[in-house]
Nanobody
């Protein structure tokens, strides 16, 4: 499966971006989908997950309050709306899909096992 992210860009602090995740040929609504990021020189960190089948969502502290994950079943995409962006949000944002329950421990694990397919990421730069 080819997981494809898009929407990364350069934005000034305080700005917003909406990232998209899609998997051609796959009904994304039948998977749990997580968003992760890796900042330059840092380890990958989990941000959010939306669960199949009930669309329950979870967020880590880095994302809570500023980021919103959502699913568009018509467009067959999962979005990550990011508001009030900060320079510390700079990084490569990666989408991953799997059959899990959006377990918080998995989302924050350095090796999350419940995500089977990963994209290459889309780059976000927040600077003035």
């Amino acid at each position: 499966l080819h997981v494809a992210e898009s929407g990364g860009d350069w934005v000034q602090p305080g700005g917003s971006l909406r990232l998209s995740c899609t998997v051609p040929g796959v009904t994304l609504a039948e998977y749990s989908v997580g968003w992760f990021r890796q900042a330059p020189g840092k380890k990958r960190e989990g941000l959010s997950c939306i669960r199949y089948p009930d669309d329950f969502t979870i967020y880590t502290p880095s994302a809570r309050g500023r980021f919103t994950i959502s699913r568009d079943k018509v467009e067959n995409k999962v979005y990550l709306q990011m508001d009030n962006l900060k320079p510390a949000d700079t990084g490569n944002y990666v989408c991953a899909i799997g059959g899990g329950d959006c377990d918080y421990g998995e989302l924050t694990s350095p090796r999350p096992h419940e995500y089977d397919y990963w994209g290459q990421g889309t780059r976000v730069t927040v600077s003035s």
